[in-house]
């Protein structure tokens, strides 16, 4: 398959219906997170400690990609540690689970207009998703006609913003991350995914109540971040600890220094970082527990004991996976006894499944 097949196949719509408006986010200055990045060093140490579960090939060699990281957290050089968190670009921290990291292949100026149409293609997206936009339908046009007008950025924020019942924002505590300029901040591709993700898991727990969420897997943490605004009220997420410090540090720059609770601080906060074994070893129960395209790549071994331990926790297990690889979430999932499970297509990202499993 050509590269432009696959690039239109990523689109929701045509990319003519799209705009290529591009920013970038420059040098931020002002820092003010001595304190935070002393806390980071001291719950690397202590995560670091934990089993953290089977390794797969595939992440082994991530992690070892990121040796000189794990020297310097290891180490408690905090300059070092500080250079690296303020600036992923410059290094391999974000590699694997975020595009913001040294070496990039695809950060040229047609990538990144490519970029910025794929996200104004999301946004509104998300927007048909919470049914402020009507959806496309590509059986209503004939070859002859004019393709629609995009409409305005801030049209499409505005309407997210009574649907959510929130005003939407988009931080950006990275130089050099490239995106959808708005007035708002500049949207990026995982920022837009990040707020169906949130609002997706709200839904949820308006029609089952209950307000206490677990992601397993949290990426760069955005989807925490967007859950704490749209009014979620604890919000765990468990991670290896050396994606779980760019976690940290996210939303340590983002969220109110009270927010954020590590593993081995004060648990009564909004949001919770732990390492794999702090939950697998627990019986806490949680209203909602969420994953997001990592089930399938973890070891047999670690996904199976991921869903034998949420099958007793919760009563609802949303997932959001692709199914490229040898093993599903389907195929995963089947191994525990359910209640129903709901599969349809993933609005957001094509070639992506989201399940809903009650237990």
């Not at 097949?5 to 970038?24: C, G, I, K, L, M």
């Not at 913003?161 to 931080?171: E, Q, R, Y």
């Not at 468990?238 to 590590?262: E, H, N």
Request: charged share 20%; glycine share 6%.
């Amino acid at each position: 398959m050509s590269y432009n097949a696959v690039r239109d196949w990523q689109f929701h719509r045509p990319y003519e219906h799209t705009v290529d408006d591009v920013a970038s986010v420059k040098d931020i200055g002002n820092y003010n997170d001595a304190a935070l990045v002393s806390r980071i060093i001291d719950f690397y140490k202590l995560a670091n400690s934990t089993s953290t579960g089977t390794p797969n090939h595939q992440w082994h060699q991530v992690v070892q990609d990121k040796s000189s990281i794990h020297e310097a957290l290891n180490s408690g050089d905090e300059l070092a540690v500080t250079q690296i968190l303020r600036d992923p670009a410059s290094n391999m921290h974000f590699y694997g689970f975020d595009s913001l990291y040294k070496g990039h292949a695809d950060m040229t100026p047609p990538y990144q207009a490519l970029q910025s149409r794929l996200i104004y293609s999301l946004l509104v997206r998300l927007c048909e998703a919470v049914g402020v936009s009507r959806l496309e339908n590509p059986e209503a046009y004939n070859f002859s006609d004019a393709p629609p007008q995009a409409k305005p950025v801030e049209d499409l924020l505005l309407g997210l913003d009574g649907a959510i019942g929130c005003k939407i924002d988009f931080p950006n505590p990275y130089p050099g991350e490239i995106g959808l300029p708005t007035i708002r901040g500049i949207a990026t591709y995982r920022s837009v995914q990040a707020i169906y993700q949130a609002y997706r898991a709200r839904d949820l727990l308006t029609a089952a109540g209950g307000g206490r969420v677990l992601e397993i897997g949290g990426g760069l943490g955005r989807t925490a971040y967007y859950a704490n605004r749209f009014g979620i009220e604890r919000y765990t997420i468990i991670d290896i600890p050396m994606t779980s410090v760019a976690q940290a540090y996210y939303l340590g720059s983002t969220l109110s220094s009270g927010s954020l609770a590590l593993y081995g601080e004060d648990a009564s906060r909004s949001i919770n970082l732990l390492p794999p074994e702090a939950f697998l070893t627990s019986n806490e129960k949680y209203d909602l527990i969420l994953n997001v395209d990592s089930l399938p790549e973890m070891h047999s071994d670690t996904s199976h004991a991921y869903i034998a331990s949420i099958a007793k926790r919760t009563p609802i297990f949303l997932s959001i996976n692709h199914e490229a690889l040898g093993l599903t979430a389907r195929e995963i999932i089947s191994s525990v006894p359910t209640r129903k499970v709901s599969r349809f297509p993933y609005w957001m990202r094509r070639g992506y499944v989201e399940e809903i499993v009650r237990f």
